[in-house]
């Protein structure tokens, strides 16, 4: 199993930026994935980024340009760059570790809110 921490997220108003940061322990193993998916009031989670142990990274097309996932293998942490938030943004962002053997693992989640 994999433990995911999440920190970061809060409110700001629309335009500001705000940083998370997950860390991960136990079971880590290359190839991997990490990323955030978000999920709103009444909405679906939906992924926002991800980024792959070779470097790769995938964007929802509402967040291209404005946020950015990197991550340290080093460290097993992967952190989300969130700049020109926007009210939509808002909603409850997890950390997600995908592995080997089907592994899928979830942080506890961290609630954002964009003021406008």
């Known amino acids: 199993q994999v433990q995911l921490v999440e920190s970061g997220g809060g409110s700001v108003q629309a335009g500001g930026s705000l940083r998370l940061s997950c860390a991960a322990s136990?079971?880590?193993?290359?190839?991997?994935?990490m990323g955030w998916y978000r999920q709103a009031p009444g909405n679906q989670r939906e992924l926002v980024a991800a980024s792959g142990t070779g470097g790769t990274t995938n964007y929802a097309d509402s967040v291209k340009e404005r946020f950015f996932i990197f991550r340290d293998n080093a460290q097993n942490t992967v952190h989300l760059q969130m700049n020109s938030l926007k009210p939509e943004d808002t909603g409850v962002y997890y950390c997600?570790?995908?592995?080997?053997?089907?592994?899928?693992?979830w942080g506890q989640g961290t609630q954002v809110t964009i003021s406008s």
């Open positions: 997600n570790f995908k592995g080997l053997r089907g592994l899928d693992s």
């Open positions: 136990g079971s880590i193993f290359p190839p991997n994935v």
